[in-house]
């Protein structure tokens, strides 16, 4: 084949898998995805075998064969074994792209590619980009269906992304409450639609919530694609817990408003006040920089603003580190 031999390693998460092939797609040149799939006792194999493939099911490995790649890309922990057993297997020759916070040392990876919500150490193989990346920065072309649902809403759109547990947080109801209570109003006095959309993590009591609110139009996912519904909204309202919905929002160049979030019992137990001295994945660091750089407000004030794109970035480091690979 011509040019590098490319893996990408895929999971389950689809925010995860969105960002590889949202790289892999813009390197310009073919590649090829493993979905990896674990045991239930993974993490405790991982740890007792940082190299090799004892917590990844039979049917995963059975993809990991020769001929070996050039150039492999994953993201997280998990994978971090299994890239570096294939770097062992093809004795060295494999080079290691890692996206996230892989939680081992950078020296063990040609680039680390990371956003600021991890603790990732700094170091001169490690981008820290200032949004998630996202694979549809070009949005797909709406359905007949979708356009016809879409044009039966008055505008202004507002869209309302509703995600839901993540590591240490949780949606705050009261704060979700708040904010439907702000959007609704805002359109009965202006006009418009409050459009509402869940995920896959979205609890059964914020859908209900979303229900009982009158004005609100809650969308089954397969009626509208989500990232039909990002490029049409005129504003974004997201719930704070979920980095990657925050970046899709923010590179669409609308207003966003953050809906706040709140810690769960084991965030309390973990984080601090300060958030630039936590030793753990904390996405106030996150919520502070784009904060900062006005990127997004609240509510009742949503912001816009000029950003760098973050695959742009990521691509242009990338080959830069493993410039040979493409010449």
Do not use: C
Not at 122 to 134: I, T
Not at 211 to 229: F, H, K, M
């Amino acid at each position: 084949m011509n040019g590098p031999r490319i893996w990408l390693l895929l999971g389950k998460r689809r925010g995860d898998n969105n960002q590889l092939l949202a790289l892999g797609e813009a390197l310009g040149v073919p590649f090829e995805t493993r979905t990896i799939h674990y045991h239930i006792l993974a993490r405790l194999q991982m740890n007792i075998f940082p190299v090799g493939l004892g917590h990844v099911t039979a049917d995963a490995r059975s993809w990991l064969k020769p001929p070996w790649p050039d150039l492999v890309i994953g993201i997280g922990r998990r994978t971090v074994p299994v890239a570096r057993w294939i770097k062992r297997q093809n004795e060295g020759r494999t080079r290691i792209v890692r996206l996230g916070h892989p939680r081992a040392a950078n020296r063990l990876f040609d680039l680390v590619i990371t956003t600021r919500q991890y603790p990732v150490p700094d170091g001169d193989n490690v981008l820290r980009l200032p949004l998630a990346m996202n694979r549809f920065h070009v949005p797909p072309k709406p359905t007949l269906a979708e356009t016809a649902l879409i044009e039966r809403w008055p505008r202004p759109h507002l869209l309302l992304s509703l995600g839901g547990t993540a590591p240490m947080w949780r949606l705050d109801m009261a704060a979700l409450g708040d904010a439907l209570r702000t959007l609704t109003e805002r359109v009965r006095i202006n006009g418009g639609t409050v459009i509402a959309i869940g995920s896959p993590r979205t609890p059964d009591v914020a859908l209900d919530l979303v229900r009982s609110t009158d004005g609100v139009v809650l969308i089954d996912p397969g009626e509208l694609r989500y990232p039909v519904a990002l490029a049409n909204a005129d504003e974004h309202f997201v719930t704070a817990d979920s980095v990657s919905m925050i970046s899709e929002a923010i590179l669409t160049g609308k207003p966003v408003g953050l809906i706040p979030v709140e810690p769960d019992a084991r965030g309390r137990r973990r984080l601090g006040s300060d958030p630039a001295t936590t030793k753990v994945r904390d996405p106030r660091r996150f919520w502070r920089d784009v904060a900062a750089r006005g990127l997004v407000g609240s509510v009742d004030k949503p912001k816009s603003g000029k950003f760098e794109e973050p695959v742009a970035m990521a691509v242009a480091a990338l080959k830069q580190r493993l410039g040979s690979l493409f010449d």
